[in-house]
């Protein structure tokens, strides 16, 4: 299984953009797919996870309200529509499948859960 990120780049203060996430190779379902983020210095997290369905998304507080998960199966891809971006989500992005499912809203999605990974993505918030 190989995952494909793109979609990255600067934007300003307020703006938005979507990520991308193609999924390749053979899978005997669609995978639940989580977006983490890895910012300068800091440690990789975990911000959103779509079920395997799309019936149903997880995001962390940091983001829930701004961004989007989406996933259209029929060409394997997964996106992350991010919406009023701030300087403090300037990070590279991955996604990575989550085989054992997305955590419930309020808890953690951890970088230990995901198994296949992106290569990542970096995105820059910066007037």
């Known amino acids: 299984v190989q995952l494909q990120a793109s979609g990255g780049g600067l934007v300003q203060p307020g703006g938005s953009l979507r990520l991308s996430c193609v999924i390749s190779?053979?899978?005997?379902?669609?995978?639940?797919i989580g977006w983490f983020r890895q910012a300068p210095g800091k440690e990789r997290e975990g911000i959103s996870c779509?079920?395997?369905?799309?019936?149903?998304?997880y995001y962390a507080d940091s983001v829930k309200g701004r961004f989007t998960s989406s996933r259209d199966n029929p060409v394997h891809t997964v996106y992350l529509e991010m919406n009023k971006l701030k300087p403090e989500d300037t990070a590279v992005y991955y996604c990575?499948?989550?085989?054992?499912?997305?955590?419930?809203?309020?808890?953690?999605?951890?970088?230990?859960?995901?198994?296949?990974w992106g290569q990542g993505t970096l995105v820059t918030v910066s007037s």
């Open positions: 990575a499948t989550v085989q054992d499912g997305c955590p419930p809203q309020g808890d953690i999605l951890r970088p230990s859960w995901g198994l296949y």
């Open positions: 779509i079920s395997g369905s799309g019936g149903s998304s």
């Open positions: 190779g053979f899978t005997p379902r669609p995978y639940p």
